[in-house]
């Protein structure tokens, strides 16, 4: 049978007795025990000794620790470091950069309250997380406007996070990403009608999606416009087919310089009209405009919309043309944008 450690050592004191060894067993354990408690006090005094001398370097000396600016350090060592940089050449160039250059604000690393809101109301949801059923398991959580500290039962969440979060963006009011032609319409709308009414001549270059632009409602909304705006229109589409054209690289432009302010620091984007105002932060030829979605909504009944497309007759050969235009009412689709131009200087000279 295995013996346990306890049973072990009383077999081995056993053993010391009876060969008479017991006593001076006693005396040698007794010894290292005392020489072990001194090691400690030691150890412990020389902590102590090296935390009075490190105070006593870091006391700090208003009389010594302050420059003729009036600006104070936290220890005579931190003085005599900045003293000693001041002296010396390429330091002192380095320091009137720093002190001349100005200075970057730093925007706060805030969330809306409208969010943490959203987020509380649907944590505390019973089919998301379930309370403790324990009722003393509190804890208490402090309000960071008002410091004040309430008393909460805690909740434990009923899925993964990652599970909860998905659910969480469905639930939550986003920001409309949809691209349909009742948002095209909405956002062409907004653009031409701030157009003066000096210019008389429109075109618009896009890319060719059969989905988006190239169809019978955007031939629809070109007849609208020019009655509306009083304006001429020509609508013309590169070649290369969706995400490959030129009129690409101005949104990738757009994207790649609010990326950068947010990685540098000094922009915050949590939703688009963040985004518009981080991008029109900085000079461009490119304007960024925010559309709220209340504003789309009154624009759509304004323009009836639904009206507009379910009346929007059929352009022949739509697909396989590079420009659409408007003449008596009609939509002509052309195969090239030049035979569009010429098109419309015979038909008008």
């Not at 925007?107 to 309370?131: G, H, Q, W």
């Not at 039962?153 to 032609?181: A, C, W």
């Not at 985004?275 to 789309?296: C, G, R, Y």
């Amino acid at each position: 049978m295995v013996l346990t450690n306890a049973e072990k050592k009383q077999r081995y004191i056993e053993k010391l007795k009876a060969s008479g060894r017991y006593e001076a067993f006693k005396k040698k354990k007794a010894f290292v025990e005392k020489c072990r408690q001194e090691r400690i006090k030691e150890e412990w005094l020389l902590k102590k000794r090296q935390a009075k001398t490190s105070a006593i370097v870091t006391h700090l000396d208003p009389g010594t620790t302050s420059n003729c600016l009036g600006q104070v350090y936290n220890a005579k060592s931190a003085l005599s470091k900045a003293t000693k940089k001041v002296k010396h050449k390429n330091d002192r160039n380095d320091i009137i950069v720093a002190v001349t250059s100005p200075k970057k604000e730093m925007p706060a690393k805030s969330i809306e309250t409208d969010v943490i809101n959203a987020v509380l109301c649907f944590y505390e949801r019973d089919d998301v997380s379930r309370m403790s059923p324990n009722m003393r398991d509190c804890r208490n959580f402090k309000c960071p406007d008002t410091g004040v500290k309430t008393l909460k039962p805690i909740r434990h969440l009923t899925y993964k996070l990652n599970d909860v979060y998905n659910m969480f963006l469905k639930h939550i009011k986003k920001d409309e990403t949809s691209h349909t032609k009742d948002e095209i319409a909405c956002y062409l709308y907004s653009i031409i009608s701030k157009i003066p009414a000096s210019v008389k001549t429109l075109k618009i270059w896009s890319d060719g999606p059969n989905n988006q632009f190239k169809n019978r409602f955007m031939g629809a909304l070109i007849k609208l416009f020019q009655k509306m705006l009083n304006i001429q229109i020509f609508w013309n589409f590169f070649a290369a087919s969706h995400g490959k054209g030129v009129v690409d690289g101005i949104g990738a432009t757009v994207k790649t310089r609010v990326r950068r302010l947010v990685k540098s620091r000094r922009a915050i984007v949590e939703n688009s009209k963040d985004f518009a105002k981080a991008f029109n932060s900085e000079t461009s030829l490119i304007d960024v405009t925010h559309m709220p979605a209340a504003q789309a909504a009154k624009i759509r009944k304004d323009l009836d919309l639904e009206e507009v497309f379910a009346s929007a007759p059929p352009v022949p050969d739509v697909f396989f043309c590079h420009q659409m235009q408007c003449v008596n009412d009609k939509i002509i689709a052309f195969p090239t944008s030049r035979e569009g131009y010429d098109y419309y200087r015979k038909f008008n000279f």
